[in-house]
């Protein structure tokens, strides 16, 4: 059975940064894509970031260009998301995402998400 | 950017009604439109990929349609367990971009 756990969401004040990690099991994490789709309060769904799966190409959204970056380590079958220079508006639930493919293409399991929260 | 927009946003149903939500795309994507539904509090369910192939273990009462820029999800007897909201997502390009959401609730 697929798993996805993100962990590592808080609360941070605007400027600050955080890590956050998605341990994945059920599958052999280094054959498929991984995202990071995050969603704020009461509003859609929004493609963040997204890694290949040796970890050799990424794909971000032009609102985290620049401030986040994701990676992955196969050996750990774990994904992360470095957000640097945080601000109110990345206030959102952050899920990881497996990609059904080796490149951005849709998703067939998500985690339960984890909560960034932007504050000061 | 591939703009994908969601009609209706919001939706009022009975159990049993056959509904149909309808996506956009602002430029042509073949077929390269997925379906989404959340639950309150739950993260996202693939329903449907490729605009009309029904995901494992998706009840057959699913149904996708369309190509080029016109899409449909249809519901063809919405059981209590179907009042959720529902996205579109195209994979034509990058960014991956989702619609904006259709919430289905209980009439």
């Known amino acids: 059975e697929v798993h996805l756990l993100e962990s590592g969401g808080g609360l941070v004040q605007p400027g600050g940064s955080l890590r956050l990690s998605c341990a994945a099991s059920?599958?052999?994490?280094?054959?498929?894509?991984m995202a990071w789709v995050r969603q704020a309060p009461g509003k859609g769904l929004e493609w963040v970031s997204e890694?290949?799966?040796?970890?050799?190409?990424?794909y971000d959204a032009d609102s985290v260009k620049g401030r986040f970056t994701i990676s992955r380590d196969n050996s750990k079958s774990t994904l992360y998301l470095q957000m640097n220079s945080l601000r109110a508006e990345d206030t959102a639930i952050y899920y990881c995402?497996?990609?059904?493919?080796?490149?951005?293409?849709?998703?067939?399991?998500w985690g339960q998400g984890t909560l960034v929260t932007v504050s000061s | 950017d591939i703009k994908m927009t969601q009609s209706p946003s919001s939706l009022s149903a009975s159990v049993g009604d056959r509904v149909t939500i309808t996506c956009r795309a602002s430029?042509?994507?073949?077929?390269?439109l997925n379906w989404y539904q959340q639950k309150p509090g739950k993260a996202p369910e693939l329903l449907i990929y490729?605009?009309?192939t029904l995901h494992g273990g998706v009840p057959s009462r699913f149904s996708g349609s369309g190509s080029g820029t016109d899409f449909s999800l249809t519901i063809s007897s919405l059981q209590p367990e179907d009042f959720a909201t529902y996205y579109c997502?195209?994979?034509?390009?990058?960014?991956?971009?989702f619609g904006q959401g259709t919430k289905l609730e209980i009439k």
């Open positions: 995402a497996k990609d059904m493919s080796t490149w951005p293409d849709y998703f067939d399991y």
């Open positions: 059920g599958f052999t994490f280094s054959s498929f894509a």
């Open positions: 890694i290949s799966p040796n970890g050799g190409s990424t």
């Open positions: 430029q042509s994507i073949s077929t390269s």
């Open positions: 490729a605009a009309s």
């Open positions: 997502q195209q994979n034509y390009g990058t960014p991956l971009t």
